[in-house]
C-alpha cells in the first residue's frame, strides 16, 4: 500500500523544519503526531512546517498541531506553518487556528 | 442564493450506498467515493473538496468510537437535484450524537462551515447527516 | 506461485459494499472504489489497473441490461488475506449468468485473462464473482 | 461534471487523425462511436487513433474499434492506432485485435 503521508525533517541552527507530503487523516495522524512531538522533543528551535505538499488534513490533525504549539510554547519556542494551499487554509480560518499560529 | 432550498427536498432521485469497516484506512475509501458523486452531480473542484473534509470528520468520529455490535457503517449518498445529502448510518445505537460540543469543536466548526446543513442527532441507526447545496447552473450535469 | 490459492478460503476478514443504480456514469465511481480498496490491499498499480478493467465488464453488463425489479446492484468487496474477491449482487434474478460466450466474448476474454478466477453463473441474488490473488510479499500491507 | 472524453479531429489529405483523450467506457462509448462513425462517413482516407492519452477503454469501446476497423475496410481504407499506453495494448493482446489493427 503506498504510504499516504510522507514526513521529512531538516535541522539548522535557527529552526527546524518538518515537510509534510500527503494526507493527516485519522489513518495516519498517529505518525504525524509522534513525528511532530519527537521533533519537539530533540530540538530546542523554532518549528516550521511546510506544508506545500500537505494535500488534506482534518481537526485530528489540526488539533496535533494545535498540542504541537503547546509543547512549543512551554519551551519558549514558535511554530511556523509554510505554504499552506488554499483548501488547508481555508481550515484554519474556519477554526480560527490562523490567528495561533505563524502562517506564512 | 438559498432560495431554492426548500424545493430541494422534493425531486428526491437517486442513492448510492457505501458500506465500511470500522477501520482508519477505509476512511480515503469514502473521500475518493465522496468525491466521484460529488463531482458527477456538478459540484466544482473547491466544493468536492469540502464535502470530502465533512465526510471524512463523521467517518474518523465513527471509526474512533468503534461499535461492539457491529463490523460496519453504512454511507449514504443522497443525489437530489441540486443537492447532495449525505446519510450516516450504524445499527449501533449508541453511536447517535456521537459528536460533542466540547471536546469536538474543531470538527463541528469545521462541518457547519462546509456544509449547508449538519443534522448531528437525528433518528436511530440514521445517526447524523450532511447535506450541501449545488449551486449555479451545473445542476443539468447528471 | 498458485499454491496459495487453497489456503485463501480461509482467513476471510473484511467487507466493502458499494450499491450502485443502474446507470452508466456510475460504473467509474465503481472503478475508484475499487482502485482504493485494491491498492490498500497491497496490488501493484498495474494489478489495479486489471482489477478495476475486469469489475467495470461486469459493470457496465449489469447497467446495459439494467432490471425492472429494483434500482440498483451490490459490489461487495471481500478481502481476504492474500486474494480480493469481487461480488456482484442483484435481487433481480433475470441478471443471472449475464455475460454470454458470443456476444460477450471480448469482455469474457478480458476478465478471464486479468483476475485468477471468474464465476460467470453463482447462486441466485449472488449473480457472478472475479478474484485477483495477491502475488508477493505485499499482503501484509493491511 | 468534467467530461470523461475529449474527442478531436484533424483532417490531412493523406488520413483522419481522430485523439482520444480521457476514458471509454460504457457512458462515453456512444460519445465514442458517433464520432469514429461521422469521421468514417466524411472521409476517404485512413484513419489514424492518436491513443497517446487514452487511460482507459472496455470492451465496448474495443468493439466500436472493431467495428469503425470494418467501416474503414469496406471503402479500402485502413485503421492505425498509435500511442497505446502498456495497460491498454494489454487488452489488445488479450482480445488479439492487436492482429486486427496497424499498431503503432
Ligand atoms: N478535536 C479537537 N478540537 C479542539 N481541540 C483539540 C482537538 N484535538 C486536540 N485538541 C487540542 O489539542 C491539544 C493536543 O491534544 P492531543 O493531540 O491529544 O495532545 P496531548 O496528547 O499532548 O494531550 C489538546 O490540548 C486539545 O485541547
Ligand atoms: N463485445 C464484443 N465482442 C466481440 N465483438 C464485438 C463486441 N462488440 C462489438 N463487436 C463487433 O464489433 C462490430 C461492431 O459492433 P457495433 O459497435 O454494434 O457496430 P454496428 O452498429 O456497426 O454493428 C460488430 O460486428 C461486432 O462483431
Known amino acids: ?104 | 442564493m438559498m432560495e431554492n432550498l426548500k424545493d430541494t427536498m422534493i425531486d428526491y432521485f437517486e442513492t448510492i450506498e457505501l458500506i465500511l469497516p470500522f477501520k482508519a484506512e477505509y476512511v480515503s475509501t469514502a473521500r475518493l467515493t465522496a468525491s466521484s458523486v460529488a463531482s458527477k452531480m456538478g459540484f466544482n473542484i473547491e466544493e468536492v473538496e469540502d464535502i470530502k473534509v465533512a465526510l471524512s470528520e463523521v467517518c474518523s468520529k465513527l471509526v474512533s468510537r468503534g461499535s461492539k455490535v457491529v463490523d460496519s457503517y453504512r454511507i449514504v449518498f443522497k443525489l437530489f437535484k441540486d443537492k447532495l445529502t449525505i446519510v450516516f448510518c450504524c445499527e449501533d445505537g449508541t453511536l447517535n450524537c456521537v459528536f460533542d460540543n466540547e471536546n469536538d469543536s474543531l470538527g463541528i466548526a469545521i462541518m457547519n462551515a462546509l456544509m449547508d446543513d449538519v443534522e448531528l442527532c437525528t433518528k436511530t441507526e440514521q445517526l447524523l447527516l450532511i447535506s450541501k447545496v449545488l449551486k449555479g447552473e451545473k445542476q443539468d450535469a447528471i
Open chain 1, 1 to 104: 500500500m503506498p504510504s499516504e503521508l510522507i514526513l521529512t525533517e531538516n535541522m539548522s541552527d535557527d529552526f527546524t523544519e518538518v515537510k509534510v507530503v500527503g494526507e493527516v487523516d485519522i489513518y495516519t495522524s498517529k505518525q504525524f503526531k509522534e513525528k511532530l512531538y519527537s521533533v519537539l522533543e530533540s530540538s530546542g528551535t523554532d518549528l516550521k512546517i511546510d506544508c506545500s505538499e500537505l494535500k488534506y488534513i482534518d481537526s485530528t490533525g489540526l488539533g496535533i498541531l494545535v498540542g504541537t504549539l503547546k509543547k512549543a510554547k512551554l519551551k519558549g519556542n514558535n511554530v511556523y506553518i509554510t505554504g499552506l494551499k488554499d483548501n488547508i487554509k481555508k481550515l484554519f480560518l474556519i477554526t480560527g487556528l490562523d490567528k495561533l499560529f505563524f502562517i506564512e
